[in-house]
């Protein structure tokens, strides 16, 4: 697949909010190498002045996303051979966010839309109440688990074509967390979450294209849950006329 | 080979679905123009009629044909997908919609020659 | 944009086009064959109340349907919005209605 280069070719973006441009460098090859490496390279051996944002290197602080040759990726947990085209990469600031410098996007809008989208702990109960107990086998937990190790890293967001569109889609991370909370019993939320998500920007703007899902670095499934959502919005409107 | 971020099933099933949406929703004033000839001049409605004899007109006919029942099936996949408790299999369910498309308007394409 | 009234007149329309848009299948599969004439086609229409309704209910429930795709579609790929967008919205919905009316009149009127 890939050829044994001594030489990678990266174009990497660079510029800020006013625009930039693709700006070319000779990365040394190595063996295991993740895409974050060749940025911290570049940064550490050719050009101080990179900017981009990594944590923990090991794919669990979610903030080293950025797009590598047009797909968004955790670049930490990326190794450049699964990725290269030859022996080049292009690595750009993650789309559908603007952009701060170079690799940084301005990840504020989307964590904006998780409030917005009531994806925020509604408290049932307080510290002198006794721990909430949790069963691990009912449906609604299920529903929960199955979202919860989202790590905010925005792939989601830049992979989505509908956030590309609508520029007030609140997108699948934010969904997503609002289907969790909405299927956890200890959340108080319910009726606030699902006025949330129903307005302009809500659930029911997906078109189910699912590059979430399909791109989702903890294999996640997004889609589906905002599926779920749109089923309990309906659900709950048959609801109301019944018990009308 | 990496994978852009569009080209995988169920995007180009969305991509399939709006634009077969988008063309029968501009075709729709011209079959509704020429049905109202019936009324106000049948003799040009006969005219037209006459023209899907042409082979040329009849493959487009197909199409168009193609482009509701792709529309239909795969409308049917995300209400079910939507409403129905369970979503998984959705590639499966897609490449589905489309087979039963060609399946439908291809009946009718042989119907038609 | 698309909040949950559109979303429900959108897939309500479609759920109500669903046992139509098979019937309209079947009907051109059958009608095809042999060719196309008027006087075949207004044979079958002409003065028919099951025919006026079956079409009526499809004109109707594809002119909602239409405008709120058409509205999507313009506002994710032209950036339309706002009052444009609605007025948009609601002329493709209204025109459709018009000429959609007025050829089922034409095919089921005695």
Redesign the interface.
């Known amino acids: ?1 890939t050829t044994k280069a001594e030489v990678l070719e990266v174009s990497v973006w660079r510029g800020s909010a006013d625009g930039g441009a693709l700006e070319t460098f000779e990365v040394p090859a190595r063996e295991s190498q993740t895409v974050l490496d060749v940025v911290s390279w570049i940064q550490q051996f050719a050009d101080p002045t990179l900017t981009y944002r990594y944590a923990c290197r090991v794919g669990m602080c979610g903030s080293c996303a950025m797009m ?5 990726r955790w670049t930490c947990r990326t190794h450049v051979q699964k ?1 290269a ?1 030859g022996n080049s990469l292009r690595i750009e600031p993650l789309r559908n966010l603007p952009v701060i410098k170079d690799l940084a996007a301005d990840m504020d809008p989307f964590f904006d839309k998780w409030v917005e989208a009531e994806a925020v702990h509604h408290p049932t109960g307080t510290r002198h109440d006794p721990i909430a107990h949790v069963d691990a086998d009912s449906g609604a937990r299920q529903a929960a688990d199955a979202g919860i190790e989202c790590i905010n890293c925005a792939v989601c967001y830049a ?1 989505c ?1 509908t956030v590309a569109g609508n520029a007030d889609y609140l997108g699948p991370a934010a969904l997503q967390r609002a289907w969790t909370l909405l299927n956890d019993t200890r959340d108080g939320g319910g009726a606030s979450i699902l006025d949330a998500v129903s307005g302009g920007g809500g659930c029911h703007n997906c ?5 979430c ?3 989702c670095p903890n294999e996640l499934d997004p ?2 849950a905002i ?2 959502l ?2 309990e919005t ?1 659900r709950r409107v048959f609801r109301r006329r019944r018990d009308a | ?6 080209t ?1 099933p ?2 180009l ?3 399939l ?2 634009v077969s ?2 063309a ?2 501009l075709f ?2 011209l ?3 020429v ?6 001049a ?1 003799d040009e ?2 005219a037209m ?1 006459a023209f ?2 042409n082979p040329a007109v009849k493959l487009a ?1 197909f199409g168009l ?1 193609f482009l ?2 792709v529309h ?1 099936f795969g ?2 996949r ?2 079910a ?3 129905l ?1 369970w ?1 998984q299999g ?1 590639k499966t369910a897609a490449a589905a919609a489309l087979a039963l498309a060609f399946f ?1 308007s291809g ?2 394409f042989l ?2 020659i | 944009m698309l909040d949950f009234r559109l979303y429900m007149a959108q ?1 309500l329309t ?2 109500i086009m ?1 046992p139509l ?2 019937g ?2 079947a009907v ?2 059958y009608a ?2 042999g ?4 006087a075949e ?2 044979g079958r229409t002409q003065g028919s109340l099951f025919w006026l309704l079956f079409y009526g209910l499809f004109v109707l429930a ?1 002119s909602i349907h ?1 405008a709120i ?2 509205r999507v ?1 313009v506002h994710e790929w032209a950036g339309l919005k706002g009052a444009a967008l609605s007025a948009l919205t609601w002329a ?1 919905g209204l ?2 209605l018009a ?2 009316a ?6 089921t ?1 005695a």
């Not at chain 1, 078109?207 to 590059?211: E, F, L, R």
């Not at chain 2, 080979?1 to 569009?6: L, S």
């Open positions: 697949m590598v040759n047009g797909t968004p990725v085209e992979a074509d078109h189910s294209m699912g590059s899902t399909q791109y889609m589906s599926a779920g749109k089923r309906v | 080979m990496i994978r852009p971020a569009r995988h169920l995007w099933a969305y991509l679905h709006r949406g988008l029968l929703a729709l004033p079959h509704f123009w049905l109202s000839k019936a009324l106000t049948p409605l006969d009629l899907t004899d006919e044909v509701l029942a239909f409308g049917l995300l209400l997908m939507e409403w408790p979503s959705q439908v009946t009718f119907k038609a | 897939r479609a759920l669903a848009v098979l309209h299948i051109m599969i095809i064959q060719g196309l004439s008027s086609i207004l594809v239409a795709g058409i579609i493709t025109g459709l000429m959609g007025r050829a089922v009149w034409a095919v009127a």
